[in-house]
């Protein structure tokens, strides 16, 4: 498959970096696979074993959505012992067979997307060897300036996204679900309006959570050494940071993301 792997190797060249490399070791990916070359090849991983959920590329992107995926089954039939085999489901569900079989769990920009983050390091939890490690990052984060990750959503032959967004940055938190549909209402017609809505405020394709809540997660999971990593992003004026602060108590609000990791 074709995939622009720029970040991605920044990330697993991270978690070398800081925990250790891949060789030799049995790896859990979470939310995604990295080619077979980079995790058989480049880091010469002994087996590679992928978990996504097809249901966030359907919901986000359409029936058709992420197209170019195929995987070996769903995640309750996964086997052990095959080289690289991708698993559709959630991570919450990797079968208890599994509990203390992998050496290192991987994971890029996956976590802002699961709805359960406490259950996923649980799961990830169960699934390491004592001494395992993991490392997981999340990007960008309901808390940061474009972390409400908006899909592709089309206007007058016009893409909007979270790369090219329909409203100010920070405007998610800033906005209430009714302020936003005034807002959007004054320049998209309802069905469009309604479309960005969804995504921001209602759909599960996003978590919604803040950097305390992740590090409270990790805090909890049970892992005998974890860290919480934060990834730099936009800084708020005051005025924009004033507001957030009133509305959702004082957080980390210049966090683009989080990296989650450590050793069981
Ligand atoms: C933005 S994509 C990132 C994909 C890839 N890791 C990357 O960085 O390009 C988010 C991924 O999280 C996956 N995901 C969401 N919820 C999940 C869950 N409960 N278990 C496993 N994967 C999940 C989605 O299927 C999707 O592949």
Request: with cysteine; aromatic share 12%.
């Amino acid at each position: 498959m074709t995939q622009d792997l720029s970040y991605h190797l920044h990330h697993i060249d991270a978690a070398v970096r800081l925990l250790g490399g891949f060789e030799g070791c049995r790896v859990l990916e979470i939310g995604g696979r990295l080619p077979r070359e980079v995790g058989l090849g480049t880091y010469k991983a002994a087996e590679w074993l992928c978990v996504d959920f097809p249901g966030y590329w359907h919901e986000a992107y359409g029936a058709s959505g992420h197209p170019e995926v195929a995987y070996d089954g769903p995640v309750e039939s996964a086997v052990s012992g095959l080289a690289w085999s991708s698993w559709a489901g959630s991570v919450l569900d990797l079968p208890q067979r599994f509990d203390g079989y992998f050496d290192f769990a991987f994971s890029t920009c996956a976590f802002e997307h699961i709805a359960d983050v406490k259950g996923a390091l649980s799961a990830i939890h169960r699934g390491l060897k004592d001494g395992g490690r993991f490392f997981l990052s999340a990007m960008a984060i309901w808390p940061s300036s474009f972390g409400h990750h908006l899909p592709p959503v089309f206007h007058d032959g016009i893409e909007l996204s979270y790369a090219n967004p329909p409203f100010p940055v920070w405007s998610h938190l800033l906005q209430d679900r009714e302020g936003m549909a005034a807002l959007l209402e004054q320049t998209y017609p309802r069905e469009v309006a309604e479309r960005i809505l969804h995504f921001v405020y209602d759909s599960p394709h996003i978590n919604r959570q803040f950097v305390e809540d992740y590090a409270e997660a990790l805090e909890n999971a049970g892992f005998s050494e974890s860290r919480l990593g934060h990834v730099e992003g936009e800084e708020p004026s005051a005025d924009i940071l004033s507001r957030l602060v009133e509305r959702w108590g004082p957080r980390r609000y210049s966090d683009l993301g989080v990296v989650m990791l450590g050793h069981k």
